[in-house]
């Protein structure tokens, strides 16, 4: 099976809220991890409403390195469910200084990942000064950039994505646009960076927060226009993940260099 990263270019553009409903809507069991490097609980805090992990996660990961036990056997005992059909949640770093010390764990850590039996999908958080595990970036199918279509998101996405596409390669790295429009489209987007666009999200912080943070669900939340762009960008990683289509990007929308990336909008 496959494993996909999602990460964020700065200022808070949704990737939890992403990884979340990915999982909820994925139409296979799928493992949500959170790998976030600046720990912050949110998923238990906020989707799963406050639940214990009970010693689950990496923390008992980095235990299972430390007395040698073959990660891949130690996984699925450090879950705890998320929803029904197959849909487990792998808890993050319980303490900041568990980072650190997880470090050498993340080539064997991502080498079970992808023995994982089913697709993964890793919340890896803000791309930060050293970028994403490379121990997650060698074995995954993609990395999806989350960006809000603002001038201050978009300085941001121009500091972190270069450094995400010289590690992963420009076939592998593709953004997804939170809110498009606001002001600059996807396309624009895509054309400027240099990089494919998968897929957009509409701007619906209400559907948003329930993901992100376990706040009452509005009526006909699997009906809106966030979820339904959810469920499209999915399908979308499904190929990648199946390997069924060797790249993926905005129809119509060109390709150009990574280098692009410095291009000023406006």
Not at 123 to 145: E, F, N, Y
Not at 171 to 184: D, N, Q, S, T
Not at 211 to 229: N, T
Request: proline fraction near 8%; charge should be negative; aromatic fraction near 4%.
């Amino acid at each position: 099976m496959s494993v996909l990263l999602l990460a964020g270019a700065g200022h808070a553009p949704g990737v939890t809220a992403l990884g979340v409903a990915l999982a909820l809507t994925w139409p296979e069991p799928v493992l949500l991890v959170d790998a976030n490097r600046m720990p912050d609980q949110s998923v238990l805090a906020g989707y799963l409403q406050g639940t214990d992990p009970a010693g689950r996660g990496l923390g008992g990961l980095l235990q299972a390195h430390r007395e040698r036990r073959p990660l891949v056997d130690a996984l699925d005992a450090l879950t705890v469910p998320l929803a029904e059909g197959g849909r487990d949640f792998l808890p993050g770093f319980s303490h900041p200084g568990m980072v650190d010390l997880f470090a050498p764990v993340w080539p064997e850590f991502g080498q079970a990942l992808e023995a994982a039996g089913r697709t993964v999908l890793v919340d890896a958080g803000r791309v930060g000064p050293d970028g994403l595990p490379a121990g997650l970036v060698t074995v995954c199918s993609g990395v999806l950039v989350v960006t809000g279509s603002r001038l201050v998101d978009l300085a941001a996405l121009r500091l972190s994505l270069p450094q995400v596409v010289a590690a992963a390669g420009e076939e592998r790295v593709g953004l997804a646009v939170v809110g498009p429009g606001r002001p600059y489209g996807s396309g624009e987007i895509g054309h400027r960076f240099g990089v494919p666009v998968w897929g957009k999200l509409a701007w619906q912080p209400v559907e948003a927060e329930v993901f992100a943070a376990g706040e009452p669900a509005p009526r006909r939340l699997m009906s809106s226009a966030y979820v339904e762009d959810v469920r499209r960008l999915g399908e979308v990683l499904a190929e990648r993940a199946s390997g069924r289509q060797g790249l993926i990007g905005t129809p119509g929308e060109p390709r150009r260099s990574a280098g692009a990336a410095g291009t000023r909008l406006g």
